[in-house]
């Protein structure tokens, strides 16, 4: 099965300016996570998509963030405007349901923001 | 306040030899753990997981072995490969409703031949 699908790659942008991440999940997968993994630690949630709805937002800073998943598949998170502290990698994940089943990973956006 | 605490920031290990990467949590409602491996510019891949009514999972060169009453869970890899260096993160959703996990900072393991 085709993995999850993160774009762009890279991306370099100044303070104050705007970036969008794109995500495409897991075929049949109803639940898309987005995650921030800063270097040196380990992936913080930053929020939970169940099919087009939010299950959890409580770590997304909204005066900043922003996500939405239309139609339940493709999701977008958007940080306008950027603050040097966002500089990390965008991870976004997606699982099919079922109890312990894993969330798989796509390959991330790394974002610096000078 | 980190609920799952990965110490150890690296491991060097020679081929062929057992690594061990240890992982505490502090929440005794944790129900399962899972262990991600994750090599440079890409995603964490699932490596193991272990429900809390077990103690030990064995895949392959793989083991988690879970000690509840230590609140401590281990990843063995036997014997190392240099293909296993990585890091190493371990995970654990953070109440039964819900889904997501909560990422200790991992260690990097390196092996070398």
């Known amino acids: 099965e085709a993995g999850v699908a993160q774009s762009p790659r890279y991306k370099i942008i100044e303070k104050r300016q705007s970036v969008a991440f794109w995500c495409n999940p897991i075929?049949?997968?109803?639940?898309l996570y987005w995650y921030q993994q800063i270097l040196g630690q380990g992936p913080k949630l930053l929020i939970q998509?169940?099919?087009?709805?939010?299950?959890?937002d409580s770590q997304l800073p909204k005066d900043r963030f922003s996500a939405e998943r239309l139609k339940g598949v493709d999701s977008t998170l958007k940080i306008q405007p950027a603050k040097l502290e966002d500089s990390a990698v965008y991870l976004c994940?997606?699982?099919?349901?079922?109890?312990?089943?894993?969330?798989?990973f796509g390959n991330g956006t790394r974002l610096t923001v000078t | 306040d980190q609920q799952v605490k990965q110490n150890s920031p690296s491991l060097s290990v020679q081929e062929g030899r057992i690594s061990i990467l240890n992982c505490d949590y502090t929440?005794?409602?944790?129900?399962?753990f899972l262990w991600y491996k994750k090599y440079p510019a890409e995603g964490p891949t699932f490596l193991i997981s272990?429900?809390?009514?077990?103690d030990k999972n064995e895949d392959g060169r793989f083991t988690v072995f879970l000690n509840k009453s230590a609140k401590h869970l281990s990843l063995h890899i036997v014997p190392s490969q240099p293909g296993d260096s990585a890091v190493y993160f371990c995970?654990?959703?953070?109440?039964?409703?819900?889904?997501?996990?909560?990422f200790g900072k991992g260690t990097t393991l390196s092996v070398s031949s």
């Open positions: 995970a654990a959703p953070p109440n039964q409703a819900g889904t997501a996990l909560i």
């Open positions: 929440n005794s409602m944790f129900d399962y």
């Open positions: 998509f169940q099919n087009n709805g939010v299950v959890d």
């Open positions: 272990i429900s809390s009514i077990k």
């Open positions: 075929s049949g997968h109803a639940t």
């Open positions: 994940a997606s699982r099919r349901t079922g109890i312990f089943s894993p969330l798989h």
